[in-house]
């Protein structure tokens, strides 16, 4: 149930815009249903730079947004844009089918319209960006976001550490591994996670030039040298110093490789049960650089959130131990 009212409840200071009208146009006249002031945020000037702003304190999930016109007036937006962002300074757009999103506004100044976000966002800055208003009248708005808390874990990483999870051998399921993290930098090169074996097999997730590699790598050539290694490499900028995903699911000898919403399936013909690799698996890192080979070997430095293997939280157990 994460639908709670995030903007009804925050003091003043949470709100910002681009300029207002008035004293009586601030921002902070901008929540849902409410009258005062003017009744509803207005910037001094009606132009496609305006923008209204919240702080909701700390990194939040939003799961849907509501606007209005400022209340009485012939003054309201019918479309925008909606921006995120942890810091307040390092905006990215609301996007869905990977196209820019302009949100459906307002047709009149006081009835309410509610829009579910098709995924929902983590940040803790929102920025409304009017882009067409009421012809009639100027831009106008009252606001309301919707979610809950956001519950994370994070680990920050200075390009000199790395995280060593050992794994429980009576819980190893060679069919089956499920590895999901986020990540956040602003350096392009760096690998991400590491595991490898006695004779030189290994698998890494590494970022090179802002793209992230999967390189899987069977060290023995002479048993099947046609798949000796597999490279595949998804996403570019994503040292943007914004939350990228990432998930790695192998079944047998199916494997998806998941970089935000894209994915890359493919098949390891039979090469994962060659695959003989240690009960040790590091994070931002390779432990002990150069038994693999010819990787750049950066360690990560920037940030990770819930990192997940086969469903343990390893920042958790991390911090505990």
């Known amino acids: 149930n ?24 601030s921002p902070g006249f901008a929540r849902l249903n409410r009258r005062e002031g003017a009744g509803g945020w207005s910037p001094l000037v009606s132009n496609k730079y305006q923008w209204l702003q919240i702080d909701l304190g700390e990194r939040t999930e939003i799961t849907a947004v509501a ?56 940040a803790r800055f929102l920025r409304f960006v ?33 995280l ?3 794994l429980n051998k009576k819980l190893i399921n060679a069919l089956k591994d499920v590895i999901s993290l986020k990540f956040k930098t602003m350096q392009s ?3 991400l996670l590491h595991r490898e074996g006695q004779n030189g097999d290994h698998i890494t997730l590494e970022l090179t030039k802002g ?7 069977l060290g023995d050539t002479k048993s099947h040298p046609s798949n000796a290694q597999i490279n595949i490499t998804l996403g570019s ?26 994915t890359h399936h493919f098949h390891a013909k039979g090469e994962f049960s060659y695959l003989d690799l240690d009960y040790e698996l590091s994070f931002g890192g390779i432990p002990v650089p150069g038994k693999s ?16 293997y086969n469903g343990v939280n390893i920042i958790d157990l991390a911090r505990r131990h």
Request: overall charge negative.
């Open 67 to 122: 606007t209005q016109g400022g209340y009485g007036s012939s003054d309201w937006v019918t479309s925008y844009l909606l921006m995120f962002s942890d810091s307040g300074r390092n905006w990215k757009q609301y996007r869905q089918e990977e196209s820019i999103w302009a949100f459906p506004g307002n047709t009149n100044a006081d009835s309410v319209v509610y829009y579910k976000l098709q995924h929902s966002i983590k």
């Open 237 to 262: 900028l994503l040292d943007d110093q914004h939350w990228h995903s990432v998930l790695i699911e192998h079944f047998n000898n199916q494997v998806n490789f998941t970089v935000d919403k894209h």
């Open 293 to 308: 080979g010819t990787l750049s070997h950066r360690n990560f430095h920037g940030c990770f959130e819930n990192i997940y």
């Open 189 to 191: 090169d760096g690998i």
């Open 2 to 25: 994460c639908d709670d009212q995030l903007v009804s409840t925050l003091p003043q200071s949470s709100f910002s815009s681009s300029s207002e009208l008035s004293s009586s146009h």
């Open 211 to 217: 793209k992230l590699s999967l390189l899987i790598n």
């Open 164 to 166: 060593i999870y050992t």
């Open 130 to 162: 009017p882009l067409d208003w009421n012809p009639n009248g100027r831009i106008g708005m009252r606001i309301e976001v919707y979610g809950c808390t956001y519950r994370s874990e994070v680990v920050g990483f200075d390009g000199k550490s790395c």
